[in-house]
């Protein structure tokens, strides 16, 4: 049996995540849209069972910001590490490959918000989301002080944007 390039486990991963916000575009209305982004920059008050004393979760768009940012400043992180020399482990490809899907299923999703909410006023929430600071300390992320910073406070696109201006191919 020949693997076809179709077969390949990236292939696969990455058409699903394709798929998948394809089916969410879909599927989700304008006005559930700018809920979801208004929620996030302002949550609604606990209901009664969270007042239990269970942690309220972040909401689905803030998720999607952290799983972008988290991904995005690992790749980044990634590219400032690898000597020109050396050729990456397949264990460190396989890390640089779910990150990337990872970031690029989180952008693509919040690519739909940004365009399938209620006009102008859910574009202008979505841009308005802060990204949440790096882990402290220089060793959390394995950056040494040569390597690119970014902004200390940044709203989701000037993160993108830095990211972008600050990528080595």
């Keep these: 049996y020949v693997l076809d390039e179709e077969d390949c486990p990236e292939v696969v991963a990455s058409l699903l995540s394709t798929y998948s916000i394809s089916a969410f575009r879909s ?3 304008a006005e559930t849209a700018s ?22 979760e972040p909401s689905i768009v803030t ?22 020399a050396d ?7 396989i890390d640089i ?16 918000f940004l365009t399938g909410g209620e006009g102008d006023a859910t574009r202008e929430m979505l841009l308005r989301l802060f990204v949440p600071p790096p882990p402290p300390g220089p060793q959390a992320d394995g950056l040494g002080s040569d ?9 989701l696109i000037n993160f993108i944007l830095h990211h972008i201006s600050t990528y080595d191919p």
């Design 97 to 112: 490959y779910r990150a990337t899907i990872g970031a690029s299923g989180a952008a693509g999703a919040l690519g739909v």
């Design 35 to 56: 809920r979801m982004v208004l929620h996030s920059l302002a949550p609604p008050p606990p209901d009664d069972a969270d007042e239990l004393g269970g942690p309220t």
């Design 87 to 93: 050729a990456p482990s397949l264990e460190s490809m």
């Design 147 to 155: 390597d690119v910073v970014e902004p200390s406070s940044t709203n």
């Design 63 to 84: 998720r999607l910001v952290t799983t972008l940012a988290d991904n995005l400043r690992f790749l980044q992180s990634q590219q400032h590490h690898e000597q020109p």
């Design 27 to 29: 599927c989700l209305p």
